[in-house]
């Protein structure tokens, strides 16, 4: 294994920003969850639930992934003695829906790999348990955490980046920060796995790795941190036509900003194996440009992120592309409590869908993907009813959805920008696309697979910017 340490430099462009949104502490409408309660203490109910029997079980299986140490979230669920102070509030944020966090709308679109949501039984065992006074029941033995703390999820890469230290500010505005690593390739690169590493997790909003093409213009003026704002109504985001130096594209190869996604980092964002037969494809002399936006949290800190390569040992049959579909055209009137937002984009090879991410702001209220076969057959794929900025999830699909020719993938978001938005920055303003919080942005993230002799640009037809 090799690495390559302080990885490319550094862009830090700490241009003052008047506003601040701050990302709050999510809020959670309570889920209606009809008669768990009832269920926990009727008569259904044998013994009440211990927690070697019956609690343990779900938290290994649908809470310690994120509650385990030097995981995303604040304290680790593994033992009685860690979980025990906490049983009224496990309770809680069961039956209101806060945990786990799983935004997909029960009973439609498709099945998700990675859904953690609790089935009856868990959460009348979880509430039981709690009801009960939190017994302890037979001593259970301690369960390994789902992964040592530090390690990578995907196995040891092939390749380490270390991107050079930063240091995180206590407090204030933190415009993106980019690290551009030349990678040197002489020839064409397929990698089986891609990993960000983060130092400094909750410092971190968010990271996306990028492979940036030889002959992708951007960042060669060393294109400081100050990020690409989009001037309103130029354009939209999202494929391989537009040209290179176009500030509005984003995703695919040479798309613009700084070309296809290699790999994502968001809390909560746990990266998904590719099936064997299939890569990301990193062309020889291709750069990787790592852009970070840290957000301040009060307390100041180093951080230093590694991105992981595992490389392909024959060719794959298959070439894996992240695109970012998306409408970087609308205008969001003031006040309006539910401004929708439509997008599309036309199939034009044979595809299988991997996964999908919804990503918005603090004014995102809910996102749909939809897909309208060529035989005109329609089907919602994933509803995301209640849209939460503070988590950033992937869906993956449990079976790979095939897309013939002519297919149309269709996105419709809903924003709220309302006085009853508890999160809304400011609802007299009107919002149009931006990187920062307050600013808005409407981008429909799918994960794709097609025939690796294909050109990635021949894949996908955007419709004509804007959107509706
Ligand atoms: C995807 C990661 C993830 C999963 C899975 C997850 N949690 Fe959490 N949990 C978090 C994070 C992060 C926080 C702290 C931030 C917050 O409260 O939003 C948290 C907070 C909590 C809290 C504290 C809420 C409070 O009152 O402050 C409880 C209790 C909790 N989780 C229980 C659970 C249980 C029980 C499960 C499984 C059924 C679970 N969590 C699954 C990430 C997760």
Known sequence: MLIVRAAGRAYDDSAPMSQRAQIKKALWLPLVIGGALAAAGGAAQKRAPTFSEDVLPVLAKRC???HSPGEVAPMPLLTYEQTRPWAKAIRESVLSGQMPPWFAEPGVGRQFSNDRSLTRQEIDALVGWADAGAPRGGTAAAPRPPRPTGSWRLGEPDLIYEMAEYQVPASGTIEYTYYIIPTEFKEDRWVTAAELKVGASPLVHHINAFIREPGNKRFLRGYPARTYFVPAGQGELGGGDLPADDPASLGGPNGGVFGEILAPYEPGFFPSPWAPGRAKLIKAGSDIVVQ????????????RTQLGLTFAKEPPR???????PANAKFVIPPGAASHRVDYAVTVMKDLK???MQPHMHLRGKSFEYRVVHPGGAAEVLLRVPRYDFNWQLNYYLSEPLPLAPGARLEFTAHYDNSAKNPWNPDPTATVKWGDQSWEEMMIGFIEVAFDARLDANSVIHRMPAGGR
């Open 353 to 355: 869908l991997l996964s």
């Open 292 to 303: 970070v936006h840290y957000t301040a949290n009060g307390t100041a800190a180093a951080d």
């Open 64 to 66: 310690q992934a994120c």
């Open 318 to 324: 298959e070439r894996v592309l992240t695109w970012a």
